[in-house]
């Protein structure tokens, strides 16, 4: 199996035991969603504003024995546009499955998601 990593940063998957299992390197392409913002309020004299999420920019079509890494937020675009393709998972960065250091930043995950 091939995994191709739409993300911009290296993706770790480790086991129960924190020992990593698999490293992807970013592929140099990025998953992308469009996005259109509007403020629709103010607090404080700070702007708050909505976002609306469009298509989904930079997704290869599936290619055999291709599993396709992308962000949650692509992942999410998505579903919420009808569209289903089991090729394309993305971290799951749930308390469950984030393996953190130190500093709490992620180094790891323990498995892949799908919506």
Known sequence: MKFVNLTPHTVNVVD????????VAPSGNVARVA???TVVGNIAGIDIARTVFGDVDGLPAPQPDTVYIVSTLVLQALKDAGISRDDVVAPDTSPQSAVR???GQI???KQFQVL
């Open 35 to 37: 996005t259109q913002q």
């Open 16 to 23: 129960a035991d924190g020992n990593n299992i698999l490293s």
């Open 101 to 103: 250091n130190a500093d």
């Open 107 to 109: 180094i790891g995950v």
